[in-house]
Every structure is written in C-alpha cells, then in structure tokens.
C-alpha cells in the first residue's frame, strides 16, 4: 500500500472528496519515527480493569481502567478513565511502557485488520464559518502520521449550529481495510462515504453500506463462511454450525484467525452492575473453530463484565 500511495504523490494527487471551501483531502506520505513492533499478530489480547493482557504478559495501566480497545503490531490503543460512570474518557496509544495521549478522537476509533492504519473522527477540523468542524482522519499507525483527512458533508456553512448537527447526526467511522475507509458524515441525513485510500478518492451514498463485519450485533468470520447472531443478549447463533459453548451465556471476544471465534462464555449474566466496583462475575475465554464446531477453553476470568477485546464495537 505504502508503494501505491507514493506513486499517488509523485503524480501530485491532491483530490478526492474535499469541498468548496478548499480543503485538503488527498492520500498523502505519512511522516514521523518509525516504531518498532511490539505486538505479535495471533496473540490472545484482552483487558479487564487495569490489566492488559498480551499472550503471556500482563501490563498495568492503574489508575486508568480500560473501557475499550483496539490492536496494532506496534501498540494499543486504549479508551481509558479513571470513572467509568462520568469519565471524562481518554485515548491513548500504548506501547507497554507509556501512554501516548491521542487528542481530539470525537467519535470511535477503528483500525484495519492487520492493524497498519486507524481511523477516527476528530472535533476540531478546518475551520469554517460556523466553526471549526469535524472531519475523519486515517493513521499510519507505524509512524503515528496522518495520510489522510476530510471534513466533507460536516456542515459549517453560515449558521449552522454545529454542536446539534453533530448530536443529531454524529460522523463515525464504519469499517477500515488497507485500501478503503468507509465513514458517516453529517450531510443530509448523514450520507455514507466510501475513500479509496489508493487515490483519496470518495463516493457518498444515502444507502446503507453492503459490508461483512466482523463483530457487533450480526456479523461474519473474516473469510465470510460464517455469519454470527448476536441479536439475543448473551447468546451467539452460528448459521449451519451452531456450536455448543458448554455455558449458558456467551459474548463475541474478536477472532484468532479466519475461523477461530474468542468467545466470552458465563453461566451467570447480570443485566446491569457498578463499573466503579470490581465485578466478581465469573467467565470463560474459549477459542471456538467454526470448522470444526468445538470450543478450547484458553483462560478463566473473574470480572467477566469487565473484559473489553480489541476490534469488538464498544456498545455490544
């Protein structure tokens, strides 16, 4: 990909979805120290409270409890907060040793599966003359540099209350692969926008966006031969092979690899708990082959509604 965007740049590309006001929307170099890689791809990653686990190591990051969390070869990013009921809640950028604070992440963050880039949407875009507005940015996530931003379809014209715009129809980021990043802005009635991250350039739809995720409410393996529901609370339904988890309640912990699902299994499921108090709810982290409709138990947890895994929507 790397190779693709700078022949993008050595033919001067600087177009794609930008707007009448001029700004800046093309696939760009990113720039920045390269980091090391820290993370193996295939380890088991989780986190409960202030413990991160990576395969075999743990990391503390008291006080700050982690509320969620994304995977790169060369770091975590983490939403942390020291209160769970008010926050205020914070991203960062783990590598093991420090957090990196990641300023202005408004809405989700997201990265792509082999974790080489991330994307987010920051409130204090270009500046308009209603206000600065919000616009998506995507991350080499090896350097830490920006390739791309747009603040297309944010509104900002003469007027516009931003801060109902947004809570009204509040941008997100919906999916993120090395070459495309499909996103929501706030134009209309919030149109879809799909970037080629090859040339910078953009389509907007009003339709909902023919994908295959792989969490959330109903989704698929990454090799899209399976598809997952998960639309009962704490039960997971697998098409054509539906597995026996060996506990009561289950919830969707990522994938290990193009079939191999993490699962969350309890046999016991309060519907509401105190975040600010250490949960006792015992839980199973099992790896389930689809292929073969078996579960490996890996771990048990004592807190399972704690546990927060990388790459799973934050709200399911």
């Known amino acids: 990909m790397r190779g693709l965007v700078g022949l ?7 177009v794609g979805c930008g707007d009448s006001t001029g700004d800046p929307a093309g696939v760009r170099e990113p720039t920045g ?12 990653v989780w986190a409960q409270r202030s413990t991160v686990h990576v395969g075999d190591t743990t990391y503390d990051v008291s006080p700050q409890l982690v509320r969620s969390m994304s995977w790169t070869p060369y770091g975590l990013y983490l939403e942390v907060t020291q209160d769970p009921n ?5 991203e960062v950028f783990y590598v093991g040793a420090a957090m990196e604070p990641v ?8 990265t792509s599966p082999d974790g080489e880039l991330a994307a987010w949407i920051e409130r204090n875009g270009p500046k308009r003359p209603s206000g600065r507005v919000a616009q998506v940015v995507v991350v080499d996530t090896r350097t830490g540099g920006r390739i791309y931003e747009s603040a297309d379809g944010m509104g900002g014209e003469e007027g516009d209350d931003l801060a109902d715009l947004y809570e009204e129809l ?5 999916d993120l692969t090395d070459d495309q990043l ?14 080629d991250l090859r040339t910078g350039e953009s ?20 090799d899209g031969r399976y598809r997952v529901d998960a639309t009962t609370t704490g039960k997971l339904r697998v098409r054509h092979v539906q597995v026996d988890f060996g506990h009561r309640f289950q919830t969707q912990g990522g994938w290990l ?27 199973f982290l099992l790896a389930c082959d689809l292929d073969a409709g078996t579960c490996e138990q890996l771990a048990e947890v004592e807190g399972a509604r704690e546990v927060a895994f990388p790459g799973v929507d934050a709200e399911y």
């Open 8 to 14: 993008v740049l050595l033919v001067g590309l600087l």
């Open 33 to 44: 120290t390269p980091r090391s890689a820290v993370f193996e791809p295939g380890q088991l």
């Open 86 to 90: 008010n926050g205020p809640f914070h």
């Open 103 to 110: 300023n202005d992440v408004y809405t989700n963050l997201i």
């Open 170 to 174: 509040p941008p997100s980021v919906i």
């Open 182 to 195: 499909v996103w929501r802005n706030s134009a209309g009635s919030g149109a879809v926008v799909t970037t």
């Open 203 to 222: 389509t907007a739809s009003d339709d909902e966006p023919d994908l295959k995720p792989t969490s959330g409410y109903e989704y698929w393996s990454p």
């Open 257 to 283: 690899d193009d079939h191999t699902m993490l699962v969350l299994a309890q046999d016991h499921y309060p519907m509401s708990f105190d975040p600010t108090v250490p949960d006792t709810t015992p839980g």
